[in-house]
């Protein structure tokens, strides 16, 4: 949850370059509460006492809104499924997560590791469960990736 609420300048700039001011004011008063109420985030008290939902935005969504195309699908080690946009969404993200300026780079890694132990533990057998039945996995997560992209776009 901590890590969510330092997540708040992309979020947050993302919804204001998609125009989406009521979304960016809702991101804005989850990251007041959490980092107050919450306890600097390690709580969730917008999401369970006030029923503000994460706005979540991303540059890849941000261009994908402005007609950018996906380009061809990508999938590297650690990071996933992607494509084009998404990859060079990510690398602008990259500059408003606050974790890219830790120093020295040992805690930034440890601090991503962590987070992504934390993420995985959260989310144990979902891929096993998911590509149970799958005839290709590479073709059920590629297509998947990109239904569940294009739909968040059009939100």
Request: charged share 25%; glycine share 10%; proline share 6%.
């Amino acid at each position: 949850k901590c890590f969510d609420n330092l997540g708040f300048p992309g979020r947050l700039v993302n919804n204001l370059l998609q125009f989406k001011v009521k979304e960016a004011g809702v991101e804005t008063a989850r990251f007041a509460l959490n980092s107050t109420v919450g306890v600097l985030g390690l709580f969730d008290p917008a999401k369970s006492k006030f029923g503000l939902e994460p706005q979540s935005e991303d540059l890849g969504q941000t261009f994908g809104r402005y007609g950018v195309g996906d380009g061809f699908p990508i999938v590297l080690p650690i990071l996933g499924p992607s494509n084009l946009r998404d990859l060079v969404g990510r690398l602008g993200d990259h500059f408003l997560d606050p974790v890219s300026y830790l120093d020295p780079v040992e805690a930034r890694l440890a601090v991503r590791a962590y987070d992504q132990i934390n993420y995985q533990s959260l989310h144990l057998g979902e891929y096993e469960r998911l590509i149970e039945d799958a005839l290709d996995p590479y073709v059920l997560i590629r297509d998947g990736y990109k239904q569940n992209r294009d739909s968040k776009i059009k939100e």
